[in-house]
């Protein structure tokens, strides 16, 4: 970055200090903190969180423990609710009231995958969810089995599969939640011919034009498929109809050139259309980490196992200022999540992945956020 500098590039930084995560894989703040204390940066913080409402912000700022000045969205009257549900008893406890969360919040009439229910890491109290999601019989997304692949092809399989759901545009369908808004054909197509030329397959007839007329005849067909429908056919489709194979292999980003063996791996694994746009998988709750859940969004986000040495974790001589300012930001990101309600499940006991018993007391984090009015439930 600073070679560019130093010969004339111009550059742009986009990042946030307070979501920085996993420091031991190399992110860290200190990068943005050079650059913006370098002469000729210009800072230009944004300060209205779209997402959540002004009680939700708040409360994720007293567990940031840091002044920002973040606020709602113009017009956005509802300030968002904390919600606390006490359990008494171990981390089974906890899974327990967060699956009797969730499924309330489903008969309220929250569509599934609008609802998250997130964990630090593996351990105990993932297995515990797990478990009592299965017993519920409630259906539920680990996202592990059936996700797509990262890289520029991949993208383009999604964005493709967005527009088959979408149909032409503008339309009346609705954005499938979590996925990016359709894309119109020339967009695709210009994107495509891009793809081509990057990797040398592009020859004379091959204007962004005659690209789109392919794809419309593609992805503007009817009938048009459902959310649901599984992605496999769709996909192999697209494959053979746009020879991606050949783009695969010829592209100059090694990602693109598993992408396509990787989209057909979560296919395998049930992989469904909506999925395969980027979205979330229809009527199934949400279950993952707090790294994972970075950059989305959900109307209602759970997060269960709010005891003491448990979240924030710490070993017999208790958190480092580092260890805690990491995991400060590890758990700002997941409670900032939450668009409409974020449900704390709290305790004072819990059994580590050593078999090995704590009472401690209810998670400091727990205390910055119920520090201020919230609606409490007990249990």
């Known amino acids: 970055m600073l070679r560019l500098l130093g010969a004339g590039v111009q550059v742009t930084a986009v990042g946030d200090a307070d979501q920085t995560m996993f420091g031991f894989q190399g992110a860290n703040s200190r990068y943005l903190d050079h650059l913006e204390q370098r002469e000729g940066f210009v800072t230009l913080p944004l300060s209205v969180n779209w997402r959540s409402g002004s009680a939700l912000i708040a409360a994720g700022l007293r567990v940031l423990g840091t002044a920002r000045s973040y606020h709602a969205a113009p017009g956005r009257e509802e ?24 499924r309330e919040r489903v008969h309220r009439g929250t569509l599934p995958e609008e ?22 019989q409630l ?23 967005g527009r088959r759901l979408a149909g032409p545009l503008p339309g009346t ?40 007329r392919v794809l419309a005849d593609l992805l503007d067909t009817t009938p048009r498929p459902q959310t649901t429908d599984p992605a496999d056919g769709f996909l192999d489709e697209l494959v053979a109809a746009l ?55 959900f109307d209602i986000v759970v997060l269960p196992g709010l005891v003491d040495k448990h979240i924030p974790y710490y070993g017999w001589s208790g958190p480092s200022e580092r260890e805690l300012r990491i995991q400060r930001r ?9 668009r409409h309600e974020a449900v704390l499940i709290t305790g004072s006991r819990h059994t580590d992945r050593w078999g090995e018993p704590h009472d401690t007391r209810r998670s400091r984090f727990a205390d910055d956020i119920l520090g201020s009015t919230h609606e409490s439930a007990g249990w």
């Open 139 to 161: 259906p539920y997304d680990a996202e592990k089995a059936r996700k797509i692949p990262p890289g520029p092809l991949a993208d383009f399989i999604s964005d493709c599969t």
């Open 173 to 212: 369908s609705a954005p499938l939640p979590g996925a990016r808004s359709a894309r119109t054909v020339m967009a695709l197509a210009t994107a495509w011919h891009r793809r081509r030329v990057d990797a040398g397959l592009a020859i004379e007839a091959d204007t962004p034009r005659r690209l789109a």
């Open 79 to 102: 300030p968002g609710i904390v919600t606390d549900v006490r359990a008494d008893g171990d981390l089974n406890v906890h899974a327990a009231l967060a699956v009797a969360a969730a």
């Open 330 to 338: 590890n758990f700002y990101v997941a409670f900032t999540r939450a």
């Open 115 to 136: 609802i998250a229910l997130l964990y630090p890491n593996q351990g105990p109290l993932l297995d515990a969810l797990k478990a009592e999601m299965d017993d519920a």
């Open 243 to 297: 020879e991606l194979e050949r783009l695969a292999q010829a592209s100059p980003d090694v990602r693109d050139h598993s992408a396509i063996s990787g989209c057909r791996d979560a296919a395998v694994g049930g992989l469904t259309l909506a999925e395969l746009a980027g979205g979330r998988a229809p009527g199934r709750i949400v279950l993952t980490t707090y790294h994972s859940a970075k950059g989305r969004e």
